[in-house]
């Protein structure tokens, strides 16, 4: 600008888009038709598939009445929580407060237990739920929402033994 000449209007605002938050979260049964007395084996793997760093993650897994919880495995930072009982079970899971969640990071997760006994035909579902916290420069301390919906359930049906 020259001295003396009026300034220049600005010609448009600049828009700074704050970065996206996304999991994409997946949940395998292994096997697959579990039995009555075996065992199951929950594999959940979430994945951060946004721009933003997440802290504050919180996997959560409702087990229904037909299974207990023998055994878990998680990521280091990750710390174990539950069971917290539910209408629909015991709620296991396990949180990161503090851990940086980073865009591309991938985290895997197992709830092995063991197929109980039941008194009629009974259908067992299961889904998790991802819940964290935008800690993005344009968006900090954003609260914690559930960023992808529950996972589909992995679902088995149970027969009760023959009566004699």
């Not at 000449?5 to 096997?31: F, G, R």
């Not at 997440?54 to 959560?60: Q, R």
């Amino acid at each position: 600008m020259l001295p003396g000449s009026p300034p220049k209007a600005p010609t448009s605002p600049l828009a700074i888009n704050a970065p996206t938050q996304a999991v994409a979260i997946t949940k395998t049964m292994n096997p697959p038709a579990p039995v009555v007395g075996g065992q199951v084996t929950y594999t959940i793997v979430v994945t951060n598939t946004g721009q933003a760093t997440l802290t504050d993650v919180v996997i959560s897994d409702t087990l229904a009445p037909a299974v207990r919880m023998l055994s878990r495995t998680q990521p280091a930072g990750f710390a174990p929580f539950g069971p917290v009982q539910a209408l629909s079970g015991s709620v296991w899971g396990w949180s990161g407060t503090g851990l940086l969640f980073v865009s591309g990071t991938t985290r895997t997760f197992t709830i092995t237990a063991e197929v109980l006994e039941v008194c009629s035909v009974t259908n067992v579902a299961n889904a998790a739920v991802v819940t964290a916290s935008d800690q993005s420069v344009a968006c900090a301390a954003a609260p914690a929402s559930a960023l992808a919906p529950a996972t589909p359930a992995t679902t088995f049906q149970l027969t009760p033994p023959a009566m004699a």
